[in-house]
């Protein structure tokens, strides 16, 4: 079953489509009763931190293995597993106001991409489709007309990947397609073009990635499976064309989401066969160190995580391992 899964381009157990093609007919829960999420045992002597969360308001559509980006203080989330299917639906939601609104629909439906935000406009590659087949395709959406754009597809087709912006492009890194991958490729607005540069030295998949201070940081993931968690994270610099390891995470994690505040990047939930991670642990990339701070009031997997005026919005997801959706949103206050 495994190598079936592996070869559709899904890890096994992640919430991906079964020998069907069809995603996991797990039942809708209302936005305004969330399952129970079944919690990952927590590793022995690991300290809770400091922090406090808020609920906040709940995004529209409940689903899990989205992708999210911050544009212009306002948070978009993108795709997904539903209940039964997958979504092509674009949310914003604006702190400041507290309130969501429905935007564009993404022209086709997909779950388990990548986006990231830059100069003014979204950028979305890769993921699965609604048979589970992974992609390779690329599009760009402008906040200001409420437009798709078709972009070239990246060099390398997969799914579960994860994409960052810095110095002016955009890098798709990591991901799934049959086997684990170490690709690394930065698509330039400027020229309309995908260059492959110095891949990861760990292939993997259901990772995430954040920027501080011009450097891509890669944490955790997965080989495979939920059961091949890894805590391994690594360091590129752009403008070397470099990797090099950084301290481990002190909790090996896959289907996470990292967002950066000054200087620091909150690593938030994740899945194994156990349950879901409530862990929200935070690394220093100036002083190469990890601490654990206040716990995800929800555990969950396959969510957005996006920072806005020095919080953390953690968003949808999966409060049980596998098919399951949520409309969550808490806010985590450093």
Same mark, same amino acid.
């Given at each position: 079953?495994?190598?079936?899964?592996?070869?559709?381009?899904?890890?096994?157990?992640?919430?991906?489509?079964? =020998?069907?093609?069809?995603?996991? +007919?797990?039942?809708?829960?209302?936005?305004?009763?969330?399952?129970?999420?079944?919690?990952?045992?927590?590793?022995?002597? +690991?300290?809770?931190?400091?922090?406090?969360?808020?609920?906040?308001? *709940?995004?529209?559509?409940?689903?899990?293995?989205?992708?999210?980006?911050?544009?212009?203080?306002?948070?978009?989330?993108?795709?997904?597993? /539903?209940?039964?299917?997958?979504?092509?639906? /674009?949310?914003?939601?604006?702190?400041?106001?507290?309130?969501?609104?429905?935007?564009? &629909?993404?022209?086709?439906?997909?779950?388990?991409?990548?986006?990231?935000? &830059?100069?003014?406009?979204?950028?979305?590659?890769?993921?699965?489709?609604?048979?589970? +087949?992974?992609?390779?395709?690329?599009?760009?959406?402008?906040?200001? !007309?409420?437009?798709? +754009? *078709?972009?070239?597809?990246?060099? =390398?087709?997969?799914?579960?990947?994860?994409?960052?912006?810095?110095?002016?492009?955009?890098?798709?890194?990591?991901?799934?397609?049959?086997?684990?991958?170490?690709?690394?490729? *930065?698509?330039?607005?400027?020229?309309?073009?995908?260059?492959?540069?110095?891949?990861?030295?760990?292939?993997?998949?259901?990772?995430?990635?954040?920027?501080?201070?011009?450097?891509?940081?890669?944490?955790?993931?997965?080989?495979?499976?939920?059961?091949?968690? &890894?805590?391994?994270?690594?360091?590129?610099?752009?403008?070397?064309?470099?990797?090099?390891?950084?301290?481990?995470?002190? !909790?090996?994690?896959?289907?996470?989401?990292?967002?950066?505040?000054?200087?620091?990047?909150?690593?938030?939930?994740?899945?194994?066969?156990?349950? =879901?991670?409530?862990?929200?642990?935070?690394?220093?990339?100036? !002083?190469?160190?990890?601490?654990?701070?206040?716990?995800?009031?929800?555990?969950?997997?396959?969510?957005?995580? *996006?920072?806005?005026?020095?919080?953390?919005?953690?968003?949808?997801?999966?409060?049980?391992?596998?098919?399951?959706?949520?409309?969550?949103?808490?806010?985590?206050?450093?």
């Amino acid at each position: 079953m495994l190598s079936l899964l592996l070869a559709m381009g899904v890890s096994a157990a992640c919430g991906g489509p079964g =020998t069907s093609g069809t995603p996991p +007919q797990t039942p809708a829960a209302p936005a305004v009763v969330e399952p129970t999420p079944t919690v990952a045992p927590r590793p022995t002597g +690991q300290a809770e931190g400091t922090g406090r969360w808020e609920r906040r308001a *709940a995004m529209p559509t409940p689903r899990s293995e989205i992708a999210g980006a911050v544009l212009n203080g306002k948070v978009y989330v993108v795709g997904g597993f /539903l209940a039964s299917g997958v979504s092509a639906a /674009l949310e914003e939601y604006d702190p400041a106001t507290n309130t969501w609104r429905a935007r564009n &629909l993404l022209p086709a439906p997909v779950h388990h991409p990548g986006m990231a935000a &830059l100069g003014g406009r979204l950028y979305l590659a890769g993921g699965f489709d609604a048979a589970g +087949q992974p992609l390779a395709r690329a599009w760009a959406y402008d906040p200001a !007309t409420d437009q798709w +754009q *078709a972009l070239p597809p990246m060099p =390398t087709v997969r799914g579960a990947l994860a994409l960052a912006a810095v110095a002016g492009k955009v890098y798709a890194i990591g991901g799934i397609a049959g086997r684990d991958l170490s690709a690394n490729e *930065a698509y330039d607005p400027a020229t309309n073009t995908w260059r492959a540069l110095a891949p990861m030295p760990t292939a993997r998949d259901h990772l995430a990635v954040a920027e501080v201070s011009g450097k891509l940081y890669a944490f955790g993931g997965r080989l495979g499976s939920f059961d091949r968690n &890894l805590d391994v994270v690594e360091e590129y610099d752009p403008a070397a064309d470099r990797w090099r390891a950084r301290a481990r995470m002190p !909790t090996a994690r896959s289907g996470i989401a990292a967002a950066a505040v000054a200087g620091l990047v909150y690593v938030s939930g994740g899945e194994e066969g156990r349950g =879901t991670f409530k862990e929200n642990e935070v690394y220093n990339p100036a !002083t190469d160190s990890w601490r654990g701070v206040a716990p995800m009031p929800t555990p969950r997997h396959g969510h957005a995580a *996006a920072a806005v005026d020095g919080s953390v919005y953690v968003i949808g997801g999966g409060p049980t391992p596998g098919g399951s959706q949520s409309a969550l949103n808490e806010m985590f206050i450093p």
